[in-house]
């Protein structure tokens, strides 16, 4: 390597050469002074680097994670599903937080939430997704490093235990960003990660909604799903759903800010009830569902997912964000108040930026979320008119 020094000196030795010995002796006094400025600039730069780093360390966390958007009001959900929709969300951002805490990334703090939810069949998400109207559960989930704009992503996935474990390792341990269905599923068993019968993704309340919704439409009912447990069979019951409306969602998304100043992004999903075999919405896609950029934000949507492709939502946000200078929340609310209805379009996204502001914002009656700081409450919310 050559360093600054040893080019300033061949610059001297020429110079001199040219000049002659007296001018080379001036030449070589002024080289000194140089070298003797450049040397205090690079020690202060390093110590303002280092500076820095300690500001940086010394950032607060800050998470924000949903479990959808749709038409969830109080009657449909009851005392007793409101309440055990407030403890999963409680739950997941508390374990989001403790990897925080104990000075883990954002991007551990995404996956290890996200994880949670993809385990409760409170949400649409692995086991509790939703049925397609073959009464699969196709998976869906993306992960995104803002601190290099690397990003993972998998879609239609029916054995991964956990679709954003095989996102994330898209992103880590291949060379590339998006894999699908059985190609993404033997690279995810390739390197490690557990792949289980699809029976293991069912749950009753989604089962008996699909048949709800498929015979309100006058549409064939598939068979139960084989290795489905028999109905009546006490399993998990999901409080909320999908059925009653087919706009209401139960993505799950986290975004992450850790003590380093990093920000990260995750989605997962089953995707729409009902929806035609291979349909992908939103949720894997980069720029679409998901997106983080230390540049600008995080950010994790939830709703009918060709809008959100359709106008690159999560992207369109961090845009605004970077080039217009606007507040996490009016970039927001412009997408989704605007730009996201102007297209008829439902659902919401959660957000925030490398100086820990957080932004949600929802066009439906209401969205899953919860947000929790260092220092902070957890603040958990449903409904529309709840702060
Ligand atoms: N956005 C997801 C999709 O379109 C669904 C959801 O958010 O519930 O697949």
């Known amino acids: 390597m050559v360093s600054e020094s040893s080019l300033a000196a061949k610059r001297f030795s020429a110079c001199a050469r040219y000049h002659g010995r007296n001018q080379g002796v001036e030449i070589m006094r002024t080289s000194i002074r140089i070298l003797g400025v450049a040397t205090i600039a690079a020690a202060s730069a390093l110590s303002l680097t280092a500076q820095q780093a300690g500001a940086t360390q010394a950032h607060k966390w800050t998470i924000v994670v949903h479990g959808g958007a749709g038409v969830i009001e109080r009657p449909a959900l009851g005392p007793k599903g409101d309440a055990a929709y407030r403890a999963a969300l409680t739950r997941g951002i508390e374990a989001g937080a403790k990897v925080l805490d104990q000075g883990g990334s954002a991007l551990d703090a995404v996956e290890t939430v996200l994880k949670i939810f993809e385990e409760d069949p409170l949400f649409n998400a692995a086991r509790g997704a939703v049925f397609s109207s073959e009464g699969k559960n196709e998976l869906d989930a993306s992960i995104m490093d803002g601190s290099n704009l690397k990003a993972g992503a998998v879609c239609t996935v029916t054995h ?108 997962s999903t089953g995707g729409l009830q009902g929806k035609m075999p291979g349909r992908v919405g939103d949720s894997p896609i980069i720029g679409a569902g998901t997106y983080a950029s230390n540049q600008s934000c995080a950010v994790s949507a939830t709703g009918t997912g060709e809008y959100f492709i359709r106008l690159g939502v999560a992207r369109e946000i961090c845009n605004l964000v970077a080039f217009k200078s606007m507040p996490i929340q009016q970039a927001a609310d412009q997408v989704i108040h605007h730009e996201l209805e102007a297209l008829h379009g439902d659902g919401g996204v959660i957000a925030l930026t490398p100086d820990g502001q957080t932004a949600f914002s929802f066009n439906t009656p209401g969205m899953f979320r919860a947000r929790l700081s260092e220092g902070g409450q957890v603040e958990v919310h449903i409904y529309k008119d709840e702060q």
């Not at 709800?212 to 006490?234: D, F, I, N």
């Not at 759903?241 to 975004?255: C, I, L, N, R």
């Open 160 to 267: 991964t235990r956990y679709p954003i474990s095989l996102a994330r390792a898209v992103m880590e341990k291949s060379p590339y960003v998006m894999m699908s269905g059985q190609g993404a599923e033997a690279f995810g068993a390739s390197v490690g990660l557990e792949q289980v019968d699809p029976s293991f993704f069912f749950s009753e309340a989604r089962w008996q909604s699909l048949v709800k919704q498929l015979q309100k439409e006058g549409k064939p009912v598939p068979p139960r799903p084989a290795g489905a447990p028999p109905p009546g069979a006490a399993v998990p019951v999901a409080f909320y759903d999908e059925g009653a409306d087919p706009h209401s969602h139960g993505t799950t998304g986290v975004v992450a800010l850790d003590r380093n100043g990093n920000i990260a992004a995750g989605t």
